[in-house]
């Protein structure tokens, strides 16, 4: 069974940072994309990262320069560090995977598993 497990989310002021941690079991794929998305209460999900099997990272434009996404492949977990965090950035935090594939797909409907979210609250 595949599994996926999000940790280290909280609360932090603005301007601060956190850390993500997402461990994922019980698959053997040799290629796959781990995406890390946010849903804020009332709006859609977004990508907001990517890592890939091969060690490449991707972000969106809103967080370049932010956010650094970095993986220990032999642990079996992927991290997100989060930098100068905002209010607006408040949301539930996930991490997902895309097996069989070399691609970041751009949307949460491109990944078939999906961890249980950890809360990221950002104080003004």
């Known amino acids: 069974e595949v599994q996926l497990v999000e940790s280290g989310g909280g609360l932090v002021q603005t301007g601060g940072s956190l850390t993500l941690s997402c461990a994922f079991s019980g698959f053997f794929f040799v290629d796959y994309a781990i995406g890390w998305f946010r849903q804020a209460p009332g709006k859609e999900r977004e990508g907001v990262s990517c890592i890939i099997s091969n060690g490449k990272s991707y972000y969106a434009d809103s967080v370049k320069g932010r956010f650094t996404g970095s993986s220990d492949f032999a642990r079996n977990t992927v991290y997100l560090q989060m930098n100068n965090l905002n209010a607006e950035e408040t949301a539930v935090y996930y991490c997902?995977?895309?097996?069989?594939?070399?691609?970041?797909?751009?949307?949460?409907?491109?990944?078939?598993?999906w961890g249980q979210g950890t809360q990221v609250t950002v104080s003004s």
């Open positions: 997902a995977v895309e097996p069989y594939t070399t691609v970041c797909g751009p949307r949460a409907e491109d990944y078939d598993y």
